[in-house]
């Protein structure tokens, strides 16, 4: 007979007594906790005993990285719960934040995706301080910049009583990770659960896991043949250059994004005349970037999305606009060579009719069977889908990708994802196809069979993927791979990474008392200086997201976010900041509407006294296709012309440190306010005429003013002749070319049939 949890917040005959999950949830209630279980044995149940314990002591908040694990966390909470549903919640960025603020007040269960949560903390539209619990879902995502991180800090700053729960399957092989990880979200525990475990050893349901090896066709062996010859070749050139170490035809796209990474160091150190050696490096790298994708294709995807990629790479070798590399390797005869033979091949890759077999198979022995078949493209997804519902009569197939938008493929909105699963659940599809979106948390307890099209090197993504299945009976999981491919390294890299991940598992529960987790201090931070005179900073709402704000608010002062007409952070009285990327300063420098660059900083010093450019990042000269010349040239004139002190940073961390050490010295120092009225103004008809006049090449305001005080009139300017444009000064020979070539020459529209 079975026993279940007697709680007066938990319903009753909901949740299955089990005693592993009562000892975890009795440890986070004591410490935070990080809890580590296998995927399908009620990690959500942890959470939910702990909720139950803590919410009449205040408000309880779950975070989940999607909106379909949110939607699915709230349905278990509120179905578990003996609270009424109003009082349950979800809040996802598909909700305005009015409508979040409102939701939050009347809560005490809100489940959440975390950036949500981060911006409207920053906001302070939100309040963490009477949050009496804090689980963090899949809680190996908490490293490096993503939200968990600031949102953990925040709490433990803002709370007196703070208890939190980090849950995951696959914290990573690394005890270091795991390590780092607590760090980062505050949690001096650890709790390990294996399936080795008495306690749980009884819920686990076997996972049957098999290997199916496929062999390429001879046709594409010898296209795949021309195709590494050639990526031989390019890796030659670049170890000749010294870019590369080596000149092997498996190099990765790993090590040749790094070899890309280290190519543009070098152009920005050389300053405004580089050499032709890093612009052949460069070539060479973006042709063996393409050769390397291309191969992938082949060994381990399909045909059809390699005649694909052909067909991209042709289409922009004969673009006018298109890259040197992709006309070079158009030329080259090894690639002539190998299309011909890829085109003329009309079969399909044969890793496409294995899994169709095993999907056949398995709804041939049970009908009813609920199957997930992974793959790591959306284009192998949308063919997988069309093939399994065309050819195989019981298969109801869909696809499930996230939410971006590419070229011609649209995503998934998070509404769509959460039907698709509901009817997946139900049955109205019996076939999954899906990208890395689903792999986390789904929670379909009835998936019979798993299907990895291609293996994935990651252990924390196998162990996810292979979660889906084995929940409440026996599972089986599948794995393709191509011979002789990098499918076979990467099944491996996997599977030792995994073996590893166990070890060090068993490991951590034996060595807890070593571990010696160390909490970040939070002293820099504290909560416990409340002076009325802080000093404070007028940030605007669109820095939200650029990591400055999240910066800012590690520092000793208050930041009001609002929406600024002028500037992106007013310091004092005096002094307010534009603050641009690298590639921000080049779009708005080519921008001549309404928020171009000299209308910002036009603005800028028409309100503030000081006003200031921050230019934030690396790769000025190398974000974009725009001439040196010209970038230096916007530069001296926002220096010269406009007065304005440029400041070089390179993150948000360092953009923060100087806005906190200019609002200090303004505001501490020289004792000036903070004011909040900067308003854009509008254009007189001088400053319209100066405008249209700078429009022109080569022609800055200064020069604008030069020629309009010259002419008279915008008329006479375009009436100019050569001559008379070269009397005016700082209009040499070719200033004066350019002008008459752009005021006289006719209009061309592309687009026009006659």
Request: hydrophobic fraction near 40%; charge should be negative; aromatic fraction near 8%.
């Given at each position: 007979m079975t026993e279940y949890v007697s709680h007066p917040n938990i319903k009753d005959e909901k949740i299955e007594k089990r005693v592993y999950q009562i000892e975890l949830a009795g440890k986070a209630l004591n410490n935070n906790s990080l809890v580590v279980l296998p995927t399908g044995l009620g990690k959500t149940a942890v959470s939910l005993l702990v909720i139950a314990s803590k919410i009449d002591q205040g408000k309880c908040l779950v975070l989940s990285p999607t909106k379909p694990l949110v939607e699915q966390h709230c349905a278990f909470f509120r179905d578990c719960l003996d609270i009424k549903n109003k009082k349950i919640n979800v809040l996802t960025g598909e909700t305005t934040p009015e409508e979040r603020e409102k939701i939050w007040n009347s809560s005490k269960l809100i489940i959440a995706t975390p950036q949500v949560i981060k911006n409207d903390s920053l906001s302070n539209k939100i309040s963490l301080k009477n949050v009496s619990h804090l689980t963090f879902d899949e809680a190996h995502r908490g490293v490096g910049d993503y939200s968990y991180v600031f949102i953990a800090e925040q709490y433990v700053k803002k709370s007196e009583n703070h208890n939190i729960l980090g849950i995951t399957a696959s914290p990573g092989s690394e005890k270091s990770k795991i390590k780092n990880i607590c760090e980062n979200l505050f949690l001096k525990n650890v709790e390990v659960r294996t399936e080795k475990d008495p306690t749980v050893e009884p819920y686990v349901h076997e996972k049957n896991i098999e290997w199916e090896k496929v062999k390429l066709p001879k046709e594409i062996k010898e296209a795949k043949k021309h195709l590494e010859d050639l990526l031989k070749e390019k890796m030659k050139e670049l170890k000749k250059l010294g870019y590369s170490k080596s000149a092997s035809k498996n190099t990765s796209k790993s090590k040749l994004l790094k070899i890309q990474s280290k190519l543009q160091g070098a152009l920005n150190d050389e300053g405004p005349n580089p050499s032709g050696k890093i612009?052949?490096?460069?070539?060479?790298?973006?042709?063996?970037?393409?050769?390397?994708?291309?191969?992938?294709?082949?060994?381990?995807?399909?045909?059809?999305s390699a005649k694909k990629y052909i067909k991209k790479i042709e289409s922009e070798s004969n673009s006018s606009g298109g890259s040197k590399a992709a006309k070079r390797l158009s030329n080259e005869l090894k690639f002539k060579k190998s299309k011909h033979k890829i085109k003329k091949f009309e079969g399909r890759h044969p890793k496409i009719d294995k899994c169709k077999k095993v999907v056949s198979k398995q709804l041939e022995k049970k009908p009813d069977?609920?199957?997930?078949?992974?793959?790591?493209?959306?284009?192998?997804?949308?063919?997988?889908?069309?093939?399994?519902?065309?050819?195989?009569?019981?298969?109801?197939?869909v696809r499930f990708v996230g939410q971006a938008n590419k070229k011609n493929d649209k995503g998934l909105t998070q509404k769509k994802q959460v039907e698709i699963i509901s009817d997946f659940a139900k049955g109205d599809y019996n076939v999954l196809v899906g990208t890395s979106v689903a792999e986390e948390g789904l929670d379909i307890p009835s998936t019979d069979s798993v299907v990895f099209y291609e293996p994935v090197p990651s252990e924390i993504r196998s162990i996810q993927r292979k979660g889906r299945t084995g929940r409440v009976r026996e599972g089986k999981v599948t794995v393709l791979m191509t011979k002789n491919t990098k499918d076979e390294g990467f099944?491996?890299?996997?599977?030792?990474?995994?073996?590893?991940?166990?070890?060090?598992?068993?490991?951590?529960?034996?060595?807890?008392d070593e571990?010696?987790?160390?909490?970040?201090?939070?002293?820099?931070?504290s909560s416990s200086k409340q002076d009325k005179d802080k000093m404070k900073i007028f940030a605007d709402h669109r820095e939200l997201n650029s990591g400055v704000i999240e910066e800012l608010n590690k520092l000793d002062l208050e930041v009001e976010i609002k929406q600024l007409e002028v500037g992106d952070f007013v310091l004092s009285s005096s002094v307010c900041a534009e603050r641009k990327t690298t590639e921000d300063f080049i779009s708005s420098m080519i921008d001549r509407g309404k928020r171009g660059l000299f209308d910002q900083l036009n603005e800028l010093n028409k309100n503030f006294a000081s006003p200031i450019l921050l230019l934030e990042g690396e790769g000025l000269y190398t974000s974009r296709q725009v001439h040196p010349n010209a970038i230096r040239g916007a530069i001296s004139t926002v220096s010269i012309d406009y007065r304005i002190p440029i400041i070089n940073t390179k993150d948000a961390e360092e953009t923060a440190q100087y806005l906190f050490s200019i609002a200090k010295k303004e505001q501490e120092e020289k004792e000036k306010s903070i004011r909040f009225h900067a308003k854009k103004s509008s254009r007189t008809l001088k400053e319209k005429q100066e405008y249209i006049v700078s429009a022109l090449p080569m022609i800055g305001p200064?020069?604008?003013?030069?020629?309009?005080?010259?002419?008279?009139?915008?008329?006479?300017?375009?009436?100019?002749?050569?001559?008379?444009?070269?009397?005016?000064?700082?209009?040499?020979?070719k200033r004066a070319k350019r002008i008459i070539e752009i005021l006289t020459e006719k209009y061309h529209n592309n687009n026009s049939k006659n």
């Open positions: 612009y052949s490096g460069l070539s060479y790298q973006a042709e063996a970037f393409k050769l390397r994708h291309l191969i992938d294709l082949l060994e381990t995807e399909g045909i059809e069977s609920r199957i997930i078949v992974f793959t790591e493209y959306r284009q192998m997804a949308e063919q997988l889908k069309n093939i399994l519902n065309k050819e195989l009569e019981k298969a109801k197939a099944f491996w890299a996997s599977k030792k990474r995994e073996d590893k991940m166990e070890d060090a598992m068993e490991d951590l529960k034996e060595e807890l571990l010696e987790i160390k909490q970040r201090k939070i002293g820099d931070f200064k020069t604008a003013k030069t020629l309009l005080n010259n002419f008279g009139t915008i008329r006479e300017i375009v009436n100019a002749e050569k001559r008379d444009l070269l009397k005016i000064e700082g209009i040499g020979e």
